[in-house]
C-alpha cells in the first residue's frame, strides 16, 4: 500500500504507521473490561506523554480540538473577548476560540518557516491595542484581548521568545497548539513547555496516532483539576448527579488511549523518519528554479510533520492538480484563516505573506510508511511539473 510505490499505486499524505504494541494493548485493554475512559490506560497513555514532552500535568481529550476548546475556557476567554492567533492554520484552533465565545485576531506568518511573525504580532499590540485598567484592549473594537494562541504549524516551532516576551509585558495567556509538533523543539526545549497550556493531537493523520484523542498539558496545578472536571461534565460528587456548571463529555475511550500510548513508544523513531523524508524533499529540489522546500530555523527541531513545498511563481494549485493526476496526495497549504467564509467577523490584521503562501504552497506526502520508491516518484512528478525532469539516476 503506502510502501508498494508502483508506477500507479496511491500514495497518501499522511497514513498512520501501526508498528508497534497497539494491538497487545488494546487486546489487554478490552480483556480489563475498561472501554470507556476510566480504567489504567488512559493515565498510562496521560503520564507517557507528560514524561516526553516534560510537562507535569495531562489531561487526555477525546480529540485535539476539545483540548483546544477547554484550554480557552482556563485561560479565560469569555464572550466578547479577542485572541490573538496565526491566520496559517488547520481551521480547529480558530473554532476552539469561536466554542468559548470568543473572536479571533489573525496575524500573518514569516515567509521562510511559515509561523506566525512575532514583529507583525509585536505590531499589532503596540500600534493597535492600549493598556487599560490592567488590560489588554483592541482600540478599533473596544475588546479585550485575552490570549495568545500560537500553533507549531506543520510540525516547525514558532520563534518563542518574542512572542514569550510580548505575552508577559501584556498579561496575556499562552496557549499552545502542538497538535502538529509532538516532538518539536525550540531551542533544545519540547514545544509544549512553554505556555500556560499546550494542546496535543492523536488523530489518524498526525506524527503519532490514538486514532483519535487529545491531550492537554499544563504545569497550573489547579488548571488540571479544573480541566478534568470540565472533561467530565463537571461532576461535583463522586456518584450524587450533582453539576455545579455545564461541562463537556471530551475524554478518550480506554481504547484509543491504548493505541496512542503503543505510538508514543515509537514517536521519536517516526520524527526521525519524517524529517529523513524532509530531507530527500529539500535536497531533490535545491537549485531547482520554482520550487522551494520549506526548511528548518537555526534554532529549530522540527518534527517535518508535512513536508512542504513553495512553487514560486508557478502555482501551488496546478502542482497540487497535477500530483494527484498521477496518484499522489499532495495538498495545498490551508485557506489562510482571514479569508476562510467560517471566520467571518473576525480581526484580520495585514496577512499578505500567507495569501502568497496559501497560493505557492503544496503540502507532499511525508506518511511514516513513505518508501523510497514511492518518494522517488513523487519527486520525479515535482521536477516534471516544473519542467526540471533531471533523470532520476543523475540524482
Ligand atoms: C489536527 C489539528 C488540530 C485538531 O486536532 P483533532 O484531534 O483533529 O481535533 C488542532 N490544531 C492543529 C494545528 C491541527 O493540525
Known sequence: MTGAGGDDAFIPLAAPELGGREWEYVKEALDSGWVSSAGPFVERFEAAVAAYVGVEHAVATVNGTAALHVAMLLAGVSPGDEVIM???????PA????????TPVFVDCDPMYLQIDPEKLAHFVETSCVWRDGALINSATGSRVRAILVVHALGHPVDLEPVLEIARSRELVVIEDCAESIGARYRGTMTGCFGDV???SFNGNKVVTAGGAGMLLTKHEDWVERARYLTTQARDHAFEYVHEEVGYNYRPTSLNAAVGLAQMELVDEYIAVKRRIAAAYAQAVDGVAGLSAVGEAPWAFSTFWLSTVLAGDASGRALVERLRAHGIEARPIWQPMHLSPAQRGAVATDCSTAERVYAEGVC?????????????RVIGELLAAVGSGRPLEAR
Open 95 to 102: 473554532n476552539a476560540v469561536r466554542y468559548a465565545g470568543g
Open 198 to 200: 499546550a494542546c496535543f
Open 364 to 376: 507532499l506526502p511525508s506518511s511514516v510508511g513513505l518508501s523510497g520508491p514511492a518518494q522517488e
Open 86 to 92: 496565526p491566520t496559517l492554520t488547520f481551521i480547529a
